[in-house]
């Protein structure tokens, strides 16, 4: 709503705009949204933010009463900024309508139907899943609930890296185990894979072929090794990410790229398009032409192909299929293969921004503030199937979702179980059990107890300063997940949560929901029955569970 009305009072000013910036500020004192449209305005309007921003009040309050009928007061302060300030009216009104009408206030259709495929995840099938690709297959799940929430038609997907070096390496450790295995020692290659999982799968091979491949040169034999091993290290990834709640619609091959004749073709068309040249013996890509620092190698003097190409042709795949936006999400030391993969775009005649990464820092493992030392080559580290085994999936989720993805985080595994505060998880779970208890002990049931009679509830009497700022909490979650939406950041609706449910726990302490006061307890607990259904859609869209007793 405040979006609109500060719209439409910019356009009456001749200023062509389809979209103005809102926020919610973080100190109460400078109301409850505001908007720095001012300062933003002030370059092109050539006069004061202050003034433009006066400019702006004075359209908002020349618009008909009913428009403006939701604000005490509308301000300026600072340098710019027009704070708006929500009367308790507007708020009790805007808690019905939650309760009421909670599909339609929960989400807003933002997406209106385009198609985005966010890839994420797509470790190389060589081990098990580590913390750090649990934290991108948390941001993932949650991306693609959140997009979906607004409208978005979301596919999912894990591109498999089957093909090349690593997945060669793999097989020739399993190999050197293998042989070991059955009493003729064979030495590990300088750069393999160790580990219980190795020595597993060597085992299965030991078990059906017995000595069939002891004495026979790996070269002999590689695509055996190679493809039993990935296979299986796949059902581990596989079996890692369904206990963790997360699912793909698509898993896409690197292989088949290759077999398919797909890298061929997507050079092709890009030399075609004039964008691929020889040169030394080798093909390169024209990427400096295209916002790239250099041209990249997509074919070496020896006729292997680079990991860009299977990228670059994948990527021309990507856009063949039709989608408006691909999301990449993929860790913080892939930075790097940003411009290249943009410029594969730019050749293909499409504008960058169809293109999205997001990148995820890496994740220090700690047990009670000590770092876990790990080694995944010598296969020594705790897995994302430890982590979940141990604190399980909600909390693991929640605690990767607790700060932005491009930011490092420190994981605490003891704290992690906690069941108090330094828990966030348990924190916002927690919260919505209570309410559920309420009801419980209230024997009624929250979803249908006042369907029959919300407009007669007296919320007047929700006049405390805790309960106010709990309405306009709640009131504000839209512009939140739409800020989530826009942001592709769906840590907002964790922060949010985590906020939600500081103001409760407090005001649960202080206050007696279930009153003597008939008209008080009806609309305590319809306020509570609110901060229950925000709790849900939120844990929902990161991927939890919301407990009803705990």
Not at 175 to 185: D, G, I, K, Q, S
């Amino acid at each position: 709503m405040i979006k609109e009305l500060v719209l439409k009072a910019v356009t009456g000013m001749g200023i062509e705009a389809d979209y103005v910036e809102v926020e919610i500020p973080k100190m109460q004192s400078q109301g409850d949204v505001s908007t720095p449209v001012a300062l933003g305005l002030a370059g092109v309007l050539r006069k004061p933010p202050r003034v433009i921003a006066q400019e702006i009040i004075a359209a908002i309050k020349e618009m008909p009463r009913g428009d403006i009928a939701a604000f005490d007061t509308i301000e300026i302060a600072g340098p710019g900024f027009i704070n708006f300030r929500f009367n308790k009216d507007y708020l009790y009104e805007q808690l019905r309508l939650l309760y009421r009408e909670r599909q339609l206030r929960l989400s807003v259709d933002v997406g209106r139907g385009k198609r985005v495929l966010i890839e994420f995840v797509s470790a190389n099938p060589t081990g098990p899943l580590h913390v750090g690709h649990g934290r991108g297959a948390a941001l993932g799940n949650a991306l693609s609930n959140l997009l979906q929430t607004a409208g978005y038609a979301v596919e999912r997907e894990f591109y498999i890296n089957d093909a090349g070096r690593q997945v060669r390496l793999l097989g020739q450790s399993v190999f050197a185990a293998y042989n070991t295995l059955l009493e003729n020692p064979c030495p590990y290659p300088e750069e393999g894979y160790r580990g219980e999982l190795v020595e597993r799968i060597a085992g299965e091979l030991a078990s059906t072929d017995g000595n069939r491949y002891i004495g026979v040169d790996f070269d002999n034999c590689a695509q055996h090794f190679i493809d039993y091993s990935y296979r299986k290290m796949l059902e581990e990834v596989k079996e890692a990410l369904d206990s963790f709640g997360v699912h793909f619609d698509n898993w896409q091959s690197e292989r088949l790229l290759f077999d398919g004749g797909m890298v061929k073709g997507g050079i092709d068309s890009l030399r075609d398009k004039g964008y691929v040249y020889d040169k030394d013996g080798a093909v390169w890509f024209k990427s400096s032409e295209l916002g790239d620092d250099k041209d990249r190698v997509i074919i070496k003097q020896d006729g292997q192909y680079t990991y860009f190409a299977s990228d670059l042709a994948y990527h021309v795949m990507k856009i063949g299929r039709g989608y408006d936006e691909l999301i990449n999400i993929w860790g913080a030391d892939h930075h790097g293969y940003i411009p290249r993969v943009k410029a594969v775009l730019r050749a293909e005649g499409l504008q960058e921004s169809r293109l999205t990464v997001l990148l995820v820092q890496m994740v220090s493992l700690l047990r009670d503030g000590k770092p876990v030392q790990m080694s995944k080559r010598a296969g020594e580290f705790i897995t994302l199937k430890d982590v979940i085994g141990e604190i399980g999936s909600d909390t693991t989720k929640f605690i990767f979702m607790t700060r932005r993805s491009d930011s490092h985080l420190d994981f605490d595994l003891e704290a992690a179980k906690k069941q108090s505060s330094e828990n966030p998880v348990f924190y916002v779970q927690y919260a919505y059990a209570r309410i559920n208890s309420l009801f419980k002990k209230h024997r009624t049931d929250m979803s249908s107890l006042f369907s029959d009679r919300i407009d007669s509830i007296d919320l007047s009497c929700l006049n405390a300063e805790e309960e106010l700022q709990i309405i306009k909490k709640l009131v504000l979650y839209p512009m939140t997940f739409q800020g989530a939406v826009r942001s592709r950041e769906p840590h907002r609706i964790t922060f949010y949560l985590q906020e939600l449910a500081a103001i409760f726990h407090p005001y649960y302490n202080k206050y007696r929901i279930l009153t003597e006061d008939g008209p008080l307890t009806d609309a305590r607990l319809l306020m509570c029955a609110c901060i229950s259904i925000v709790l849900e859609e939120g844990l929902r869209i990161l991927g939890l569970s919301a407990p009803k007793l705990m």
